[in-house]
């Protein structure tokens, strides 16, 4: 089984080693010639606003959340789809399914949960503002 | 006579030893919080080296991943991520100090005593067949409270961030 991560391996050092040569070859041959206009944080071509390091909205975090959520349900679906067909052939297809099935759906109770309550969408706080200065 | 396996498990040590190093020492939380995937990254090699092949995907794709991505994300929302060089003081009273010198005691005395069960390295083979056959069969009711598990976390997040936007 050793042998089979020494492809992963391979495929590390390449990836990394990509990158590290790319960056390597292309200090060679560039210009090199920096001015303060250069070193200015590009922002899509605007002048940047206030410093860099500002707390983020919570929202984010909400997002960062779900998607651990459903990466440990895809961790756990993995070996269930290795051995699906296996299953099928020996009678018991109907019991992985719907073991399968039931697990997507208690997950999904929880994925409508964070969509209704509006845990998905971004404008939210500034519609709400917006909607508070038509009021008055 | 040292072989392939024991110089990546010495690569592995030295990269977890040097990002943990880094985790503790760095100044920048934000450092701390990257340096924290390599440690993440050298335990899935452990993995590997034990024979637990789905285990140390896994560790990579959630830990490495997920739980680091959090972990970075949870940083940028501290309210001292505006002193960047600062954010991460690595002496925290000596409270902090006594919590975390027992629990190293603790640690080396389990470390002495305890007679771990050694044996050579098999080669098991992929492991993720038994474990998919292991969680349909043997621990089906397991399987299916980790999805209510994930759920409760889920709610939870969402009912904490909405009375924090309220507030």
């Not at chain 1, 919570?58 to 651990?68: E, I, K, P, T």
């Not at chain 1, 349900?73 to 297809?93: H, L």
Request: glycine letters at 10%; one cysteine or more.
């Amino acid at each position: 089984m050793l042998e089979n991560f020494a492809y992963v391996f391979t495929f590390l050092i390449v990836g990394i080693g990509f990158v590290a040569l790319n960056l390597f070859v292309s200090s060679l041959i560039r210009p090199n010639n920096p001015n303060e206009q250069k070193e200015t944080v590009y922002d899509c071509g605007e002048l940047p606003v206030g410093p860099g390091f500002t707390q983020f909205n919570m929202r984010f975090y909400l997002v960062a959340f779900v998607f651990v959520i459903f990466d440990v349900e895809i961790a756990f679906m993995y070996p269930v789809t290795v051995i699906f067909k296996d299953m099928v052939n020996s009678g018991w297809g109907i019991l992985a399914f719907v073991e399968i099935a039931l697990f997507i759906i208690i997950l999904l109770v929880g994925f409508i949960y964070a969509w209704s309550q509006g845990g998905l969408e971004w404008a939210k706080s500034i519609k709400s503002q917006f909607e508070k200065t038509q009021d008055t | 006579m040292i072989g392939i396996p024991e110089i990546f498990f010495y690569i592995f040590c030295a990269l977890i030893f040097g990002s943990s190093l880094l985790v503790v020492f760095s100044y920048n939380l934000l450092r701390s919080a990257f340096a924290l995937f390599f440690v993440l990254f050298g335990i899935a090699g452990f993995y590997v080296l034990l024979g637990g092949d789905f285990l140390a995907v896994i560790q990579i794709m959630v830990y490495a991943g997920g739980i680091n991505i959090l972990l970075i994300f949870g940083t940028m929302m501290t309210g001292s991520i505006s002193q960047p060089e600062t954010s991460n003081p690595s002496f925290q009273g000596i409270l902090t100090l006594i919590g975390g010198g027992g629990l190293l005691l603790i640690l080396l005395i389990i470390l002495n005593h305890t007679t771990w069960p050694s044996q050579s390295l098999i080669d098991h083979g992929p492991t993720t067949k038994q474990i998919g056959q292991l969680l349909l069969r043997n621990y089906i009711l397991p399987f299916e409270v980790i999805s209510f598990l994930l759920v409760a976390a889920m709610v939870g997040a969402i009912v904490l961030i909405n009375k924090g936007e309220r507030s």
